[in-house]
């Protein structure tokens, strides 16, 4: 996206501070637009936009109890960064990307999405209304910028929703490990499943992060930083003996790369439909002519951990991360 013409940063907080959570409430606003049918009026809904901020202290989302995505989980989000390029200007990274994602996972739950040009300008203008919350120049500092798209209809029975909310919300935030210096410390998750083939695991759904939440808890009690998710079908039946054939997935919230000794750059493929898509792994991934760097996209096993000179994750929150140790 073209750079914004912004005020300046706020100067009574410490971004360099802020933790990887939702911070200084009181001061966002954000955007929520709703449609019964579909985003087909796209002028009209691009005309909505202005009228459509509000504050996220005081406004809060009209849901009932018989709320589709609260009681079948219809529920979208994206996952976006506003960088400061200079004092008075900011950039988003990619949000083309993202999307193209959650139109994917839109149609897989039946919810009408809006238009590329609607949902750009969305963004943009979440950022705009919120630009005293972008960090300064400099420490990869960054606005977080979180688009979703819910079924906000009521619905008894399992059906599409019969309305649909489309918002935007920020966080200025901190990195999501930032207490990782010296690398992360991943456990390996043998029993549960993140996601499954046939499943969802590719869509940027609610429910991919609600069932990670359970094993992730566990094995940050027992000191870890995250998980390492496997796909179980291919885990030995009995006794855990020959772990090492078991393929690899993901994290709870990041991609995986490994680097073998043979200088080979391998991150799990997307072929099982078990992986989400990341926007950073993408970038990670694709060939640059600048760099001789080639990165497959094949299956992994924990065998070949033992051949890796380094293991690292990606994502928007994780940005780029080593790992020290699994």
């Given amino acids: 996206m073209s750079p914004l ?10 971004f360099a501070s802020l933790p990887w959570n939702l911070n200084l409430p009181s001061q966002h606003v954000y955007l929520h637009l709703t449609t019964t049918t579909d985003w087909s009026e796209e ?34 989000w994206e996952g976006l960064k506003a960088y400061r390029v200079d004092d008075l200007k900011a950039v988003v990274f990619r949000p083309d990307q993202n999307y193209a994602r959650m139109w994917a996972g839109a149609h897989e739950m039946c919810l009408p999405m809006p238009s590329k040009r609607l949902f750009l300008r969305a963004v943009q203008l979440a950022v705009q209304k919120n630009a005293h919350l972008l960090p300064p120049v400099g420490d990869g500092m960054k606005l977080y910028v979180r688009p979703m798209l ?37 456990h390996l998750e043998t029993r549960r499943a993140r996601a499954s083939r046939g499943g969802m695991g590719s869509t940027k759904c609610a429910g991919n992060y609600a069932v990670a939440l359970k ?27 020959g772990i090492e054939q078991a393929v690899l997935q993901e994290l709870s919230a990041a991609n995986v790369f490994v680097v073998l000794r043979t200088g080979e750059i391998v991150t799990p493929s997307l072929d099982r439909g078990t992986i989400l898509p990341g926007v950073t792994r993408r ?10 760097v080639t990165v497959s996209t094949r ?4 065998g070949e951990l ?16 080593p790992v020290a140790r699994v």
């Fill in 299 to 302: 299956d992994i096993t924990v």
């Fill in 43 to 76: 002028e009209k809904f691009l005309q909505e936009l202005e009228s459509s901020v509000f504050s996220y202290q005081d406004r809060p989302l009209p849901l009932t109890p018989a709320t589709t995505s609260l009681n079948y989980g219809t529920t979208l």
């Fill in 5 to 14: 013409e912004l005020p300046p940063s706020v100067d009574n907080v410490d």
């Fill in 283 to 292: 970038s990670v991934s694709t060939e640059n002519p600048d760099v001789r």
């Fill in 215 to 241: 094993p992730l808890m566990d094995a940050k009690k027992h000191g870890f930083h995250d998980n390492v998710f496997l796909e179980l079908e291919t885990l030995p039946e009995k006794d855990g003996h």
């Fill in 150 to 186: 819910l079924g906000s209809g009521q619905q008894l029975g399992l059906y599409p929703s019969p309305q649909v909310s489309f918002l935007v919300y920020v966080s200025p935030t901190g990195n999501h490990f930032a207490s990782a210096t010296a690398g992360l410390n991943l």
């Fill in 306 to 321: 033992a051949h890796a000179t380094e293991f690292f994750a990606t994502g928007t929150a994780a940005e780029v991360v």
